[in-house]
């Protein structure tokens, strides 16, 4: 692989950037030791912006660093998992509560519209799986709490750490779709505590099918 381009952003959040995609594609598997001699050669880069890399994933929890070990790729344990997703459905709930209370008509229909996209995307893994991500994504941008929001897309980043997603689960895409229409209809009522009390059953039923 030929060295790579310093611009627009720093040397090493490019790397991270590419680190953290290999993981999510799982050519760097959970438990993995991170050979960072090899990844620097590879690159064409030194060792110093691969270490700045691997400390910017370790911060969002997708690489451990071991003493005297080096970087390995997170494993995520199942009570790892559940914490996770106990910490999602309460900042996502709260969310849905605050997107009930005071979203404008605009930004209700912008929901509304990608919901649409995820019914036609039913049984298309790929498609859902973005569209899904985009429609959470677009309802913590419409509460608008940007510390919420970045404890949100680190949470999200060990998730997919995870082995099983819960969404490949027979069944489980037509039982998230219906509760996305729960969740919108409440949205749609204005009716925060439906709102955020059926976000939270979304993200409990999503960690029973992740299990």
Do not use: C
């Not at 370790?58 to 451990?64: F, H, N």
């Not at 750490?161 to 409440?186: C, F, I, P, T, Y």
Request: aromatic share 6%; hydrophobic share 45%.
């Amino acid at each position: 692989m030929s060295a790579l381009s310093l611009a627009p952003r720093a040397l090493y959040e490019e790397v991270a950037e590419l680190l953290r995609q290999r993981i999510f594609k799982r050519e760097l598997e959970p438990g993995s030791w991170i050979d960072e001699m090899r990844l620097a050669e590879a690159y064409g880069i030194s060792r110093t912006p691969l270490r700045e890399a691997l400390k910017v994933l370790a911060a969002e929890g997708l690489v451990t660093m071991k003493v005297r070990r080096g970087a390995y790729v997170t494993e995520v344990s199942d009570g790892d998992l559940a914490d996770v997703y106990h910490l999602l459905s309460l900042l996502e709930s709260d969310a849905a509560g605050e997107v009930a209370k005071r979203a404008t008509d605009a930004q209700l229909h912008e929901l509304q519209a990608l919901h649409a996209e995820l019914e036609a995307a039913a049984g298309q893994r790929e498609a859902f799986f973005r569209i899904n991500e985009a429609f959470h994504t677009r309802l913590l941008d419409i509460a608008n709490n940007r510390w919420r929001n970045q404890m949100v897309a680190d949470l999200r980043k060990v998730m997919k750490l995870a082995r099983h997603n819960s969404l490949l689960k027979q069944g489980r895409m037509d039982e998230s779709l219906a509760e996305h229409r729960a969740v919108l209809e409440a949205l749609l009522k204005r009716d925060a505590t439906q709102a955020t009390r059926r976000m939270q059953d979304h993200f409990k039923n999503g960690l029973e099918a992740a299990a």
